[in-house]
C-alpha cells in the first residue's frame, strides 16, 4: 500500500506523520515548530522528524499544511504572520533535496478542505467546497480531488467577502467583510457590545439566544444573514455539489445553520438551492489533508 | 490535424462549424433554429447540418453551446427560456447516437470562456475567469484548460452576486446583484432615470460621462465601484491568474475599466493586486468554445 508523510506546520508547534493513502495514520510525532527562530532552524528540524519516521524513504510524496497564502507552483508561502521568515523561502525544495520524496505545499484551511474532499464529508462529489467558521473564516475549492489553490494562494479567502459593504472594517478586512461580521470572534466582539463582559465565547451568544433574549436573537439572526450571503457568492461563483463545513462554530450548528441554508436558498438560483450543507467528518484534517497534496498531485 | 464540430445554439439561429483543434474554422453552416419548434425538430435540423459538413465523420468530438445551464455530467439543459422543452432533453445523446461522434454540452457563456481561456486571451494561463458584461453579466472559471461548470451548470452566475443588499431587485435577481447594478442594460435603466429617453444605450451615459455631466459620473463611479466588488467576490474564491472580458460594455473599457481596477485593488488582499485584467480576443467565442468542449474533455 502507498504511504505518504504528512505535516502540519503551525506557528507553534509541527506534526508529522506517516499516512496510508486511504488515511490511516501509521505513526506520528510532534515537536515545537520553532517559528519564530528562522526556516533554516524549523526546517532542519522537520528533516529529523521525517527520518524518525520508520522506512520514510519508503514514502511516495510529502506534503506540508502551513499557515497563510503558498505558491503552490513555486512551492512557497507568500505569506507568514505566524512563521518568521517564510516568505518566498524554498522549504518545500530543501526537504524535498534532503529526503529525495516530492514534496508538496499548501495552506492549512485548503489542506483541510482536500481532506474532506478525499476522505471526509465531501468524498465522491466532484466540487467540493470547504469552509471553516472558527476565530476566522477560510476556505477551499476542491475540484475531482485537486484543490484549486489560485495564483497566490488566495482562492478561499472567503472570510474577506463582503456581505455588506456599509459596515465597519476591520483587522485589514474589507467593510462588512464575512469573517468581520459573521466569525466566532465577531460573534464574541458583537455580543461583549451589546451584553458586556458576560459573553466570553460564541458558545455564549448561542446560550443566550437559546434562552430567548432578543438582542442575542437580532445578533444570531444577522449572522446567518451574512453567512447565506457569504455562500451565495461561493455558489454562485463555482456552484458546488457540496459545502463542508468545519471550525468551532459548528459546535452550535443546530442553533444557526437550518436558518442560514433557509436564507441562502433565497439567495441563489432555484435550481441551485438543493446543494448539500454537511459538517466536515476529518478528526484530524489538518495533517490529513497535507498528506493527500502528493495523492492529489498525482502520485 | 485533429478537428472538431462546434455548434452555436440560439433560440433563433444555429451555427455549426467544422474547426481545427488550433481554432481555425474549416466550414460553417447557418440555420434557423426552430428553437419554439420543440427539441425534436431542432434536434434533426442539426443532424442534417452536421452531415452537411465535408467530411464530418473524421471529426474527434462535437461540442454544443446552449442559452442556459447545463448539467454537464447528464448533458442536459436545467433550464431552458429561449429554446422551448430543452430542460432535461438528451439532446446531445441523440446527437452522438445519430453521428456515432462523443457529444458535449455546456452553457453559451461557459463556451465563450473556454475558447478564451484555450485559444484566447487566457491561453497559457492555469486559472482564468471569463466575464461578459453586456446586456447582462456571466461568467466562467475555466482550470488547467477544464471548465468548472459547477454541479448544475451555475459557476458562473455572477450576474446574481450581491455588491450591496440594500438596493431593489430587477428580474427575479438578488436586490444589489451585480447585473441589475452595472451591466449595459442596468446602465441604460440607471441613466434613463437621470436623463430619460436621450438614453438609449450604455454608451450614450459614458459620452455624457466624458462630456463632464456630473450626474453621468456619479452612473459611472457607482458601476466601477459595483463591478469592483462583484470582481473582488469571484477572485477571493478562485484567485484566478487572469480576468478575460467581454460584452459590448467592453467597448467603454477605456472609461471606466482603470478606474474599476483601481477599485477592484483596494477590495482584495495585497497580494492578489496584480492579477491581470484583458480583453477577450476570440472573434467568434461561441462556435470555437463550443468546439473546444471534446478538446478540453480529453479528445
Not at 474589507?174 to 460564541?202: D, H, M, T, W
Not at 433557509?262 to 446543494?275: D, I, L, Q, T, Y
Request: with cysteine.
Amino acid at each position: 500500500m502507498k504511504t505518504v508523510i504528512g505535516i502540519d506546520l503551525g506557528g507553534t508547534n509541527v506534526r508529522v506523520a506517516k499516512v496510508t493513502e486511504q488515511g490511516e495514520v501509521l505513526q506520528e510525532l510532534k515537536s515545537p515548530s520553532y517559528g519564530m527562530e528562522g526556516p533554516e532552524k524549523v526546517v532542519s528540524n522537520i528533516i529529523s522528524l521525517i527520518e524518525q519516521l520508520d522506512g520514510y524513504k519508503d514514502c511516495v510524496g510529502i506534503g506540508i499544511g502551513v499557515p497563510g497564502p503558498v505558491d503552490t507552483v513555486n512551492k512557497v508561502m507568500k505569506l507568514s504572520s505566524n512563521l518568521n521568515g517564510f516568505t518566498d523561502f524554498p522549504m518545500a525544495a530543501k526537504i524535498e533535496e534532503a529526503t529525495g520524496i516530492p514534496t508538496f505545499l499548501d495552506n492549512d484551511a485548503n489542506c483541510a478542505g482536500l481532506a474532506e474532499a478525499i476522505i471526509g464529508a465531501g468524498k465522491l462529489f466532484p466540487i467540493v467546497y470547504y469552509t471553516t467558521i472558527s476565530t476566522g473564516i477560510g476556505g477551499a475549492l476542491i475540484v475531482n480531488g485537486k484543490l484549486v489553490s489560485g495564483k497566490n494562494g488566495y482562492a478561499g479567502e472567503v472570510g474577506n467577502l463582503i456581505v455588506d459593504p456599509y459596515r465597519d472594517p476591520f483587522n485589514n478586512l474589507n467593510p462588512g467583510a464575512s469573517e468581520s461580521e459573521a466569525s466566532g470572534r465577531a460573534l464574541i466582539r458583537k455580543g461583549q457590545a451589546v451584553f458586556g463582559e458576560k459573553v466570553q465565547s460564541a458558545k455564549d451568544v448561542f446560550d443566550l439566544y437559546e434562552q430567548g433574549d432578543e438582542e442575542a436573537i437580532k445578533l444570531v439572526d444577522q449572522m446567518t444573514t451574512d453567512l447565506a450571503i457569504m455562500f451565495s457568492h461561493v455558489a454562485l461563483v463555482t456552484d458546488p455539489h457540496i459545502f463542508v463545513l468545519g471550525g468551532g462554530v459548528m459546535k452550535s450548528k443546530a442553533v444557526w445553520m437550518p436558518k442560514m441554508i433557509e436564507k441562502f436558498k433565497s439567495f441563489v438560483h432555484p435550481g441551485m438551492r438543493e446543494v448539500i450543507f454537511t459538517e466536515a467528518e476529518c478528526s484530524e484534517p489538518g495533517i490529513m489533508g497535507a498528506a493527500m497534496l502528493p495523492i492529489s498531485n498525482g502520485l
